[in-house]
């Protein structure tokens, strides 16, 4: 995907994104502020990177990137986060659910607080973000994009609790740019082989090399190819609500 920097593209965007601190979600942040977009950067545990982040992002342009935290497992202190970026930037015009929990859960061994962790993170926080933010993103006209996955539909063995909250997620993408039209846009994007987990499965490199020779492209992608495909929803596709767009270099075409 093709993209061509313009610093004022998103200019009267405001855009809380979560987990936005490192990896995609940093990529994302960047990208969409050199668009013109001011950013509030959700962290949790990732304080410092996140200070970091908004440091640089206020360097290049003043009073345009605010870090906000919460806990996503906490209900009541993810709806905080609306009010916070109001408060900040004086309104709300996009939203983008990229924080994740990531890990294995081999039938045999998944607990409750594994079910709680996985399905909170990816599915319930989203759900109850939208909800709390449904009230500026429709004020404003804004839009809302979710990081899914391509194993929503396509099940990742020894993930079935984190393929069935991204599968949650993905239906719940639908089913809320039906909820939300015509005034608020839903979309997602749903990433294949981008970055390999941090201190998690897969780290073998025969795994690795197996994974990439069944994805067509037969290479990684990068954290900034799923931010492009962000900024194709917030920039230039206002006619597009209630679709996946699978940013996986052919991965789910490439055979598993």
Known sequence: MVTTLDSSAL???VVLVTGAAKRLGAATVRLLHAHGARIAVHYHRSAAPAAALVAELNARRPSSAVAVRADLLDVEALGALVPATVAAFGKLTALVNNASTFYA???GTITPAQFDDLIGTNLRAPLFLMQAAAPQLREHGGQIVNIVDIHA???LKQH?????AKAGLHMLTQSMARELAPAIRVNGVAPGPI???EGGAPQDPALQERILDRTALKRMGSPEDVAKAV???LKD??????QILAVDGGRTVGGY
């Open 11 to 13: 200019a009267a965007e």
């Open 153 to 155: 539909t396509r099940p």
């Open 237 to 242: 596709a206002p006619y597009v609500t209630g």
């Open 105 to 107: 859960t081999p039938v």
């Open 160 to 164: 079935p609790v984190y393929c069935a």
């Open 195 to 197: 970055l390999w987990p």
């Open 231 to 233: 900024l194709f929803f």
